[in-house]
Nanobody, 127 residues
Framework: QVQLVESGGGLAQAGGSLRLSCAAS????????MGWFRQAPGKEREFVAA????????YYADSVKGRFTISRDNARNTVYLQMNSLNTEDTAVYYC????????????????????WGQGTQVTVSS
C-alpha cells in the first residue's frame, strides 16, 4: 500500500512557475514508476509526465514538453514536477500516481497502469 500526498499547488501568473511535490509513504517507493496527471473542469484526467523507478527515464505530454520537468528523490520518497512558463491552459487539479513496474527504466503513461493516486492539488494560472 502506498499513500501519496501532493503539495505546492496554488495561484500563478501566466509565464510564472510552480513546483509540485508528492510525498509517498512506505519503504518501497523505488519499486514504483511515478507520474503526474491533471484534470481541468469538464475534462477528463490527462497524462502530464512520468518517470521511471530509477529516475533515468522520463516522458512528457506534448503540451508540457520543454516547460515541465519531472524528477524524483528515492531517498526522500518524493517526486516533483517543476512547471515553468505556465499558461492558463495549465489550470487544473494535478494528481501524482504510482505504478508498480518490474523494470527500473520503464515509464507508465496510461491511467490504467497506475495503482495508487493522490488526492490532488489545485493549480490556477491567471492571465
Amino acid at each position: 500500500q502506498v499513500q501519496l500526498v501532493e503539495s505546492g499547488g496554488g495561484l500563478a501568473q501566466a509565464g510564472g512557475s510552480l513546483r509540485l511535490s508528492c510525498a509517498a509513504s512506505g519503504r518501497t517507493f523505488s519499486s514504483y514508476a511515478m507520474g503526474w496527471f491533471r484534470q481541468a473542469p469538464g475534462k477528463e484526467r490527462e497524462f502530464v509526465a512520468a518517470i521511471s523507478r530509477s529516475g533515468g527515464t522520463t516522458y512528457y505530454a506534448d503540451s508540457v514538453k520543454g516547460r515541465f520537468t519531472i524528477s524524483r528523490d528515492n531517498a526522500r520518497n518524493t517526486v516533483y514536477l517543476q512547471m515553468n512558463s505556465l499558461n492558463t491552459e495549465d489550470t487544473a487539479v494535478y494528481y501524482c500516481a504510482a505504478a508498480l513496474v518490474l523494470r527500473p527504466f520503464n515509464v507508465a503513461t496510461s491511467r490504467n497502469e497506475y495503482n495508487y493516486w493522490g488526492q490532488g492539488t489545485q493549480v490556477t494560472v491567471s492571465s
